[in-house]
T-cell receptor, first 112, second 109 residues
């Protein structure tokens, strides 16, 4: 069955370290998204991609970067982790612009 | 800044009753609207999508859309304890989804 996976599921890191969160989907979806979710906030868009070599900044992109070298993967990199980036991170994918998004299981990141 | 507003709750509903969840949005040209359910510690899962004015029914769930009032709602009939979760409203705006903060629903046995 097609799915979307994230790794690691839990990560503890220190301030200033570089961290990469992996997202892999087997839906063959063109569109992929990274969100963060914090208490009291809805899902906030970090970066998104509409296809290979395409990446775009979302609402809260500062301190994060992505790259899209194939259809299946969109890794999210925190260049220099900060305590404000402690959050739950979700990756999602969709077939088209107006279509529903399907979510991975999430990564809980703690920055100490 | 496009916005999607939901009452954070918690909304407490007796088992077997109808739960009514509401969402308003600011972007008048939005075309796609979604309801997701999120259990604690889990990822959001799609339960309903709606694209045109009126009602759309799927089992115990009914989504209602009124574009003139910029309002979308979700009705859950015969509420079950397993419906206890946070319900997220998502609205398409400028080719992205804008998310509400969610309404926490509690179904009391």
């Amino acid at each position: 069955d097609a799915e979307i996976t994230q790794s690691p599921r839990h990560k503890i890191t220190e301030t200033g370290r570089q961290v990469t969160l992996a997202c892999h989907q087997t839906w063959n979806h063109n569109n992929m998204f990274w969100y963060r979710q914090d208490l009291g906030h809805g899902l906030r868009l970090i970066h998104y991609s509409y296809g290979v070599q395409d990446t775009n900044k979302g609402e809260v992109s500062d301190g994060y970067s992505v790259s899209r070298s194939n259809t299946e993967d969109l890794p999210l990199t925190l260049e220099s982790a900060a305590s404000s980036q402690t959050s739950v991170y979700f990756c999602a994918s969709s077939t088209g612009t107006f279509n529903e998004q399907f979510f991975g299981p999430g990564t809980r990141l703690t920055v100490l | 800044q496009k916005e999607v507003e939901q009452n954070s709750g918690p909304l407490s509903v007796p088992e077997g009753a109808i739960a009514s969840l509401n969402c308003t949005y600011s972007d008048r040209v939005s075309q796609s609207f979604f309801w997701y359910r999120q259990y604690s510690g889990k990822s959001p899962e799609l339960i309903m999508s709606i694209y045109s004015n009126g009602d759309k029914e799927d089992g115990r769930f009914t989504a209602q859309l009124n574009k003139a009032s910029q309002y979308v709602s979700l009705l859950i009939r015969d509420s079950q304890p397993s419906d206890s979760a946070t319900y997220l409203c998502a609205v398409e705006s400028n080719y992205q989804l804008i998310w509400g903060a969610g309404t926490k629903l509690i179904i009391k046995p």
